[in-house]
DNA sequence: CTACTAAATGAAAATCGTTTTCAGTTAGCA
DNA sequence: TGCTAACTGAAAACGATTTTCATTTAGTAG
């Protein structure tokens, strides 16, 4: 389950920020994705219909959103960082083939145990968790072997 | 247990690198810490001692000892990135304070069981995992909630 | 020890993602 | 309808990282 439109705005109004157009297309942009995506990659796709907006636009909102937990800000490889809705109790994660890219998600992974045993060890308060597998998928590695 | 430098300029030498002096002090550098260094930092400590030189070498060679998996790369919050030694056969995770970025390291991750049900299941040969969680450490919680 | 060559170095410039500045626009409220 | 704080976009600034290029050096062969 993802907050909806709403949750959101009220979220926002209640801290006094204001509902224009264009952060009700980012959070839309935002929401219907289940990749994370990057400021770049949310330009790009708000640029289509909305042609004037400006990346600044799209790094403040993320910005403000991700501050108020709405979003889940995460930094992986390269300079880059990207985005994703937030999902109360659901979380994704990736297996990924090194040798061509393809990327299987998967949803079960069992940290829970693990998370509590962080928290209450390190005092810190949890919001989230970034697991990939990374391997060689059944074509790769038959290729591997035959070559 | 750590690499020794002997071994990391074995695995160097095997791979036609060569070792210089600002290799050697970089490596030495990396070693010495037990916290995470960025860049910067590296070029900062060296500078004292080896003022000539280049923050330019010291990324070209920590780029060399990361795809080599001699050190461990590591990105947190804000643009930045940080290295830390390979600890052999432990493999080690990290626990994020998306706030302040401080990093807190830890190596049970029991991830085996979902490792080979995901293996069985995707036919995929699994040869790591990384494992990032992100929270909010005890210090940025106590100033989110008193401001 | 000397000469050679591929690899490495450092300085400067280029690049990329992100942030700041600023003048003009707009949402939300009286 | 009018007001004002908040928001916007363009351009400039910024900081981290990468590229380019002329020079130097490690490792090796003679």
Redesign the interface.
Known sequence: MVYTEKKIENELRKRGYKITPQRRTIVNTVMRSREHLTPAEIYERIRQEHPGIGLVTIYRTLEILAGLGLI??????G?CRSYLMRRPSEHHHH?I??DCGTV?D?T????G???RR??KK?????????????????KC?EKTMAG
């Open positions: 889940c800000e995460m930094h992986a490889g300079n297996l083939c090194s299987i998967f079960d992974c069992d940290l145990e693990l998370e962080l928290s390190t005092s810190f308060k949890i919001n989230g968790h970034l697991l990939e597998f990374v391997g060689q998928c059944r590695r």
